[in-house]
């Protein structure tokens, strides 16, 4: 049994002090970071670029015009998507494992959100996977003939855009738990998690105006886009550059088990 002046001498490290293994902190942050910029890669190029280049909103015509003009850029994105939804799996199980301890059930509804979004995008991709389909194979236009094919095309491109709009609900809610746990776990600045919650607010808002008031949804974008923006640059920015927090308790701070193992010696 340790004695009270082996215990008083006793230095407990902070979460990055002595510790260089696999589970380090500042690896576990850093790794989740590397898996958040191929996210950022691949889902901006996806859905920042692929889908808006081919999906024309009410347009049967041009849409399957696009596909059939960039199938190589459709199966792209389609493989863009895949590797989005598998890192962004990746990420949201690094960050639970960095964060669980600071607590449990709120970590646990980061990974659910996460999965509901990504369940989303790899349904997505099946459904612009399938698009291509319908507009290269001449079998479709035999049986519904060009414009019953081109019709079939916009559908499952209209699907495929809308399901996004609805991940983008779920992109926003796992933010939320991530901020509260950054910001109770004292290793990222209390400022990143206001701004991570202040970010899902911003997202689901914006799903809600692109279904109830479309026609201001383009302007209402612009505006509550800025807020995801700088939370989601501000989270990658901090586990790349940073990690977490080098804290070094003073010298002497002791667990309370230690304490009073120390004082009945």
Known sequence: MATREEANSTIIPGPTEGVTNMKSPKFLARIAG?????????????????????????????????VLANPELVRIGVFAHLVDATFFVLMALTLYQLLKHVNKGV???MLVFVALAV????LNA??????????????????FGTAGSNALVLLLLDIQHFGTLI???????????MGYLAYKSGWFPKAL???LVLAT???VLDTCAAFLVPAFEKEMHLFLIIMPIIAEIWLLGYLLLVGVKTVKPAKGILPAAVAITGAQA
Request: aromatic share 16%; charged share 5%.
């Open 34 to 66: 590397v898996f958040y910029l191929i996210v950022g890669i691949t889902g901006g190029f996806s859905e920042g670029y692929v889908d808006p280049s081919i999906y024309v909103g009410g347009d049967a015509a041009a849409t399957a015009g696009n």
């Open 107 to 109: 970590a646990r509804s």
């Open 119 to 122: 369940g989303i995008i790899a």
């Open 126 to 143: 099946v459904f612009l996977f399938e698009g291509l389909q319908v507009a290269t194979h001449s079998s479709y236009a035999a049986a």
């Open 167 to 177: 991940a983008q609900i779920f992109f926003g809610l796992w933010l939320a738990p």
């Open 193 to 195: 998690g206001i701004v």
């Open 201 to 203: 607010a911003s997202y």
